[in-house]
């Protein structure tokens, strides 16, 4: 008989300690949770306001399949959105886009490494009258294509912007730097400016 008011005893006092903890489980989740995860760019505002305080611009486009149908009736724009850092250099008014995650990303990403590596563009197999930047982001394991090689085309879309249809190459692992940046980029020509100076993952040395 005596072990029974000893078990109501021991259950009551892990009640009050299961009680005592929830509160601090409570205000430790809010603490975790507006930790901003700089590097996945779960902070948009944040890769944003870097963008800019290295001379980008940002763009949030759209993507777009048929945008070689000249009719805007024709063109089917897509679920999602993309936000980008273009850079413009001045003296030649070249240009060059990044994905924002891909810039504020303190780990390696498959684009940033295909810059950084400029593999040679001799090497990307492309078929006469084919794009030669398309066939090199292909080539580095990415795409950018919309709808394979039809003849409808597709683009990351902003309007009104100096580059209305950005051929984004994107990786398997969602980074993206464009088509054309990283095919000039092989060939020692930068574009809008040297990513290297402004990723946020920098190549070892």
Known sequence: MKLFPRLVALAFA??????????????????????????????RSAAEAYCRSTGGLVEIRKPVYGTN???????????????FCQYTLKKDGSRIHVMLTTLVATLPTLAAL?????????NATCPGGANPASCY?????????????????????LKGAIDEDLEACIFPDLSSIDSWGLAYHANNIVRGI????????????
Request: charged share 10%; net charge positive; with cysteine.
């Open 14 to 43: 892990f009640a009050v300690l299961v009680m005592g903890l929830q509160p601090v489980r409570a205000s430790v989740r809010p603490a975790i949770a507006a930790q901003p995860s700089f590097a996945a760019a779960s902070n």
């Open 69 to 83: 149908n000249s009719s805007a009736a024709a063109q089917l724009v897509l679920s999602g959105e993309a936000g």
């Open 114 to 122: 295909a810059y950084y590596a400029k593999p040679p563009t001799s």
């Open 137 to 157: 982001c292909t080539y580095l394991g990415g795409s950018d294509q919309f709808g394979g090689t039809t003849a409808a085309g597709g683009a990351w879309v």
């Open 194 to 205: 040297d990513l290297s100076k402004v990723l946020m993952y920098h190549k070892p040395h």
